[in-house]
């Protein structure tokens, strides 16, 4: 693939997106970043993974000053280009639809986002504790950038063991 | 019938790793299984907020041991995609060379590992003595066993020398010969064939739906590596002069998943002895200064599969977010779809198939002890031969890919 | 030396507890039983019981989750037991120190559930096999 082939993926991202999209940019030849509203980003992300054959490399979350932005690495393997969907969970409901609903490879991504941001994925099927431990408090989510490294007042190592 | 539910883990003699698997079961027969983790969670991501850009590759190389230079070749990938920059050659070559000798050291630990699993402990024994030239080899080039440090924003950390070129270049020779007595083993031995063949069949359409990737997908004829993909540092050149190939099979058993492993340690092979002859002189660093603002995407081939790392600048000189993923934290969910409709014992080699870091500290190994000390191991091997065409024979299967 | 003591010193069995490790330690541990180290030949080998154990071979930092685990195999262990612990991680905690699932290094762990333990460190990030085997017989040979 030529550094014009992948330029061109762009476009194609763009017509299969169509009024959805909200933004897209390509500063380099394979990376492709497109930013779509929250309530389309399930839309979006079907688009990308049936129609332009998109497998879901991983998901980011990560938090910004009034809302959480996550960011589904998509890698267009037979374009050879990587395609970055975002999109801005607004605070403080930070509800958006699941995409592990359609497409499983996004069913774990997902539960650790919402233990580690707190986001709510409307729809998922499996809404459950993936990392933290059994007993985490509720409405603490270390990776929030207000989050101390070493929090206090844990006092879990005392629970009964549950397997 | 009644439905059993029973518990493995989380120290189970089995996992190396801490893991808590639920079984589901009618008779023996699994139905559902369930997977607790989180025995391993120590925070990478938000400790790596905390760390300077130049510290943070010896911290994510603490992930996971096995694969501990894809972590750091991942991140630093992703902040040269930030910067924009490519390393000088000799660099990337340099680093690409440890990546694939660490692939090779993985995949025979995980082949000395389904061995064990399937009660074949000569397979383990041998596999991984094998895997000691490739350590010492490791150890010549990078100072260490494991845990190699050469991968550096911007470049490798060290260069490395012509001696210890030369003495990997002997490693790679030796380990070749016994990687075909493997593949002798895998294509010849009639107690595989029967144990592996069929067991824990990953379809196509699951593989793209699970979103495997790296040894996971590629028996299931998916045929994605991020190193063809994306070609990065020294893979695109090398791909280029067909120095190797991705290494792609169609039925998605058990079966498939050990032959592609040991197909690619051989592609692994070629690819460091071109690497090593077309290594280039001049600089291995590019000498990065301040980071600046902005976003960026690295992965990585892991042995395992693809790692994908992304990081986020303010322009300060720490990451203000750095996501990690590994590649089993795709090819473990994989189990939901290959594991029901199994037997107990079938289960625990699925899950070790997709090579989840397993290990087995229950057993002990028996090692054949040389009685008579005019037998050399070829002698051993060849009895082994003739004993396998004596059972085909038997069993009147035709003999199979390879000859001694 | 008491008469327990002078038993657990021939023939060590050897139970693995991996504590939240990056595998390098525990891959490290294995290698010792392949044919190039071999300890079996010193009598040690892995068991697959903590009950049948003489000691315990402790790898990683302890997270939130494993702590009342670990805890709880320590206890399951015949006593007297030595509890090595392997590699930077499991001896100082290394990076991982102060992070939020990493409450308490593993030697305090320990040492708030039997006061007595016997703990062995052996540092090194991962100990290469002969310093395991070193370790593991200077401490057998001052106990």
Known sequence: MTDEEKYSVSEKVKKALGGILQNIDQPRPNRIYAVVHQDDFPQAAKIVYEKLGGR?????????????ELIYHFMLDAEQVLCNLKTLVAKPELKVGSVGAFLPGADWIEREMAEMFGVTFEGHPDPRHLLLPDGWPEGNYPYRCDYPQNPEGFTDEKRPVVY | MKKTTLPIGPFHPL?????????????????KVDLRIGYNHRGHEKLSTGLTWDQVPF????????????????????VEDLLGIKAPPRGQYIRALIGEMERIHSHLLWLGLAGHFIGYNTVWMWSWRYREEILDACEKLTGNRNHY????????????????????????????????????????????????????VLTKEDAIAYCATGPTSRPSGVPWDVRQDDPYDAYGPSLEAGAWKVIVTENGDVFDKAVVRVLEILE????????IENMPDGEIDAGVGDIPPGEGVGHHEAPRGEVIHYIRSDGSNKPIRHKVRAPTFVNLPTYKATCPGHTIADVALITASIDPCYC?????????????????QDDLVKLSVEKTREMEKRMGRKSGLVKF | MGLKTAALKKSIWVFHVACSPCNNCDIE????????????????VLVGSPRHADALL???????????RLIETYRATSKPCVCFLFGACASGGTFFKGGYNVPKPVDEIILEEDPNAIIVYIPGCPPKPEAMIAGVVKALSVL
Not at chain 1, 56 to 68: G, I, K, M, P, Q
Not at chain 2, 165 to 194: C, I, Q, R, W, Y
């Open chain 1, 56 to 68: 879901l490399a991983t998901s980011t979350a990560l938090e910004v000053r009034d809302a959480v």
């Open chain 2, 15 to 31: 996992l190396e790793e801490p893991e808590f698997f639920t079984l589901y079961l009618d008779g023996e027969i699994v139905k």
């Open chain 2, 59 to 78: 911290l994510v190389e603490r992930i996971c041991g096995i694969c501990s230079t894809s972590h750091p070749y991942a991140y630093v990938l992703a």
């Open chain 2, 149 to 200: 440090a050469m991968c550096r924003v911007g470049g490798a950390r060290r260069d490395i020398t012509r001696e210890a070129m030369d003495f990997t270049m002997g490693a790679l020779d030796s380990n070749e010969k016994s990687t075909n007595m493997f593949l002798g083993v895998f294509a010849d031995d009639p107690v595989l064939h029967k144990r592996l063949k069929g067991v824990g």
């Open chain 2, 268 to 275: 692994s092979i070629k690819l460091c002895r071109w690497l």
């Open chain 2, 360 to 376: 087995c500290t229950e057993r002990i190994g028996v090692v054949t002890r040389n009685r008579t000390s005019s037998v050399t």
């Open chain 3, 29 to 44: 541990i294995l290698d010792l039983l392949t044919p190039r180290f071999d300890i079996e030949r010193f009598g040690i």
């Open chain 3, 58 to 68: 402790i790898t990683g930092v302890a997270n939130r989750h494993v702590t009342p």
